[in-house]
């Protein structure tokens, strides 16, 4: 499920975002077009090489800002999958975090691994900061 606070999430992880190498059907939300509606519901594009669509510009992927899938976020952890269930854990024995979703939990995984962040409930902070 995309949250609001997942959304927020992803425009916040620049370390990601420098990861992103778009690809068709890349979940992704146009920044100068962002809408949301409600409870999490956003105006979504996705990337892809139709010709004649007006959605998107593949050339420019900083008007965007990527949404991983949670297959994505898995994958950009590679050998670290077996810390993921470490992470998962800590978490939901200390409930140190409070996820909305299943995304939330693994993108906050994925950036404590990989880059020694976590969401505070407004933004990404260090570790030990």
Known sequence: ?????????????????????????????????????????????FFNDAEGSTDYDYNKKEKYFWLPTLEQLFDMVGDYKAQISRVFLSIMVMKKYKFESTQELVINAVMEIK???????????KAND
């Open 1 to 45: 499920m995309i949250t609001k606070n997942y959304i927020k999430m992803c425009e916040q992880a620049e370390e990601i975002h420098k990861e992103w190498k778009p690809k068709n059907y890349d979940l992704c939300i146009n920044k100068e077009k962002q809408k949301i509606y409600g409870d999490g519901y956003a105006v979504l594009y």
């Open 115 to 125: 880059y020694k962040k976590y969401w505070n409930d407004e933004k990404w902070v």
